[in-house]
């Protein structure tokens, strides 16, 4: 169901790969909800995913770009203000990516070459989008910039490695700009700390199952799925959520605020019961 949240409205997304991203289920929505975008990813990105089909149904055009470097997000911004006519309403940042993770490097012998790669892809590449549209006065006021992100930023979880580093970061920067976007211009800027999702990248994860149940199993909601992350995105990117700033909000059915449900103690006591009897 449309409701012409985005009516009106001019964007940038971010990361879209696949029909299994979630910037793929925002960009979808977005442009169910009546706005226009452009869409954006790295040369490989284009060439291996499915971002063309995306293009298509949603009459956006494509800029491939290194979100890692200044001069091609320099690009971006100021060809999408060209394709769409005027400046940028909504800004969604889905990119992140680990070595050390796909290299299966465990956090105490990373490699810092990869390290650095993870932070600049993951976190830094935030900071230059949001430098970039700033210097190029891209976004106009009472814009929404988004950003996904992750409980890791907060917890320690077992095999997200670096990454949750880079979250962490995310998260930071996401304030710090917030603050100085808000007071100068009226933009606001948030982080979405998503439910693990069953994107392409992450059912390359080991133990991706397993997480998947115990969050489902944790949280009273249950796990929230891309296509919910998706709604509650849009309703960021509307005028509906025109005071929220500088937040980063758990999407994610109330795991984040769990110690124990009784789901997870009676799959953990059923263990125990196997356990004792082998």
Known sequence: MSYNLLKGKKGIIFGALDNKSIAWKI???????????TLSNTSVALRFGEINELAQTCNAEVIPADATSVK???H???RSMEVLGGKIDFVLHSIGMSLNVRKHRPYDDLDYDYFQKTIDISALS?????????KLDAINEWGSVLALSYIAAQRT???????ADAKALLESISRS???????????RINTVSQSPTRTTAGSGIKGIDGLLDFT?????LGNATAEECADFSIVLFSDLSRKITMQNIYHDGGFSSMAMSQKAMAQYNKC???GDNL
């Open 216 to 220: 489902e199993r944790m949280s009273p």
């Open 72 to 74: 091609d997000l320099e």
């Open 27 to 37: 960009a979808m929505r977005a442009h169910e909800e009546g706005a226009v975008f």
């Open 177 to 187: 700009f917030g603050y100085i976007y808000g007071r100068e211009k009226h933009i």
């Open 76 to 78: 971006v911004f100021l």
């Open 272 to 274: 125990l019961d196997e």
């Open 157 to 163: 979880l077992v095999g997200y490695n670096d990454m």
């Open 126 to 134: 935030f900071h230059k989008m949001l430098q970039v549209a700033k």
